[in-house]
């Protein structure tokens, strides 16, 4: 959740459907610029190597385009910054 209070993009590896229940609560994800099929794999390292895929794949972008991503989704940053999640 500190990557959310600091406006931060994030990957999140939970355990299978993580990212579903979050987006239940009111989050919002990046599955518009992530591919985030990982979440709904249940073996523990196949999903483990799915987000090392993904998280490559978001690195080997230019710098350029991952600071536009970044200005370009603003809006779900300030979003999930404001939300409050039940605990």
């Known amino acids: 959740f500190n990557a959310m209070m600091y406006n931060h ?3 999140y590896l939970g355990p299978a459907n993580s990212l579903s229940h979050l987006r239940q609560l009111g989050f919002r994800t990046w ?19 799915a987000v090392d895929n993904v998280i490559n794949n978001f690195l080997s972008k230019p710098i ?9 989704n603003l809006d779900i940053l300030e979003h999930n910054r404001r939300i409050r999640a039940p605990i």
């Open 31 to 49: 599955n518009h610029i992530l591919d985030e099929g990982y979440d709904s794999i249940v073996d523990p390292a196949q999903r483990l190597y």
């Open 9 to 11: 993009i994030f990957i």
């Open 64 to 72: 350029n385009e991952i600071k536009e991503l970044y200005a370009n």
